[in-house]
């Protein structure tokens, strides 16, 4: 049982645009900027997203991310057949004094 | 350029216990904290702790206190996870990366599969 929550799956077709949820409570996502992370096939995770919706050098403009209260969500516009991946979300919890993750979302594209 | 390079594949006894290397090269090795995250196959990431190779001073998830160790070589830049009383459910890919204090991780070794069989 992941500390985060996220839907296990999301899909869309190539061109659509879908968006991925991540939600928490006010000890992580209420008071913590939020990381994502696309990890794909058999590779390790990936920086995507920080501080809610700063991308890293080399992540598209495609992708971006936002937050509300104590959620969080990662959308991607024009999907194309390389966004098949998973995708996890991550903030840092006051409580715990850690990192906690979302279980991450499968996203396929149709 | 900057990465980070993990050992190799490992299988254990239960009960035993292993260490993982993580070598980092093409950085400061003490700018940055080593973060340890494993993933079960076909699970989600979850977060063991981190390292702060400046002073060597650790943060560690509750759920792994009292089992494991995080340490650092600052001559070789290499940081180590060691993991004891291993159990079956400790059969997982374990990923350092690089970041700061939270949850941004901006480089990510390769991962090391351990396997805990009998």
């Known amino acids: 049982q992941s500390v985060l929550t996220q839907p296990p799956s999301a899909s869309g077709a190539p061109g659509q645009r879908v968006t991925i949820s991540c939600s928490g409570s006010?000890?992580?996502?209420?008071?913590?900027?939020v990381i994502w992370y696309q990890q794909l096939p058999g590779t390790a995770p990936k920086l995507l997203m920080y501080n809610y919706s700063q991308r890293p050098s080399g992540v598209p403009d495609r992708f971006s991310g936002s937050k509300s209260g104590t959620s969080a969500s990662l959308a991607i516009s024009g999907l194309q057949s390389e966004d098949e991946a998973d995708y996890f979300c991550?903030?840092?919890?006051?409580?715990?004094?850690?990192?906690?993750f979302g279980g991450g979302t499968k996203l396929s594209v149709l | 350029q900057v990465q980070l390079v993990q050992s190799g594949a490992e299988v254990k006894k239960p009960g035993a216990s292993v260490k993982v290397s993580c070598e980092a090269s093409g950085y400061r090795f003490t700018d940055y904290y080593i973060h340890w995250v494993r993933q079960a196959p076909g699970q989600g990431l979850e977060w063991m702790g981190f390292i702060n190779p400046s002073r060597g001073s650790t943060s560690y998830a509750q759920k792994f206190k009292g089992r494991i160790t995080m340490t650092r070589d600052t001559s070789t830049s290499t940081v180590y996870l060691e993991v004891s009383s291993l159990r079956s459910e400790d059969t997982v890919m374990y990923y350092c990366?690089?970041?700061?204090?939270?949850?941004?991780?901006?480089?990510w070794g390769k991962g090391t599969t351990v396997t805990v069989s009998s």
């Open positions: 006010s000890s992580n996502i209420g008071n913590n900027p």
């Open positions: 991550a903030a840092w919890d006051d409580s715990l004094d850690g990192v906690v």
């Open positions: 990366a690089r970041g700061n204090w939270g949850p941004h991780m901006d480089v």
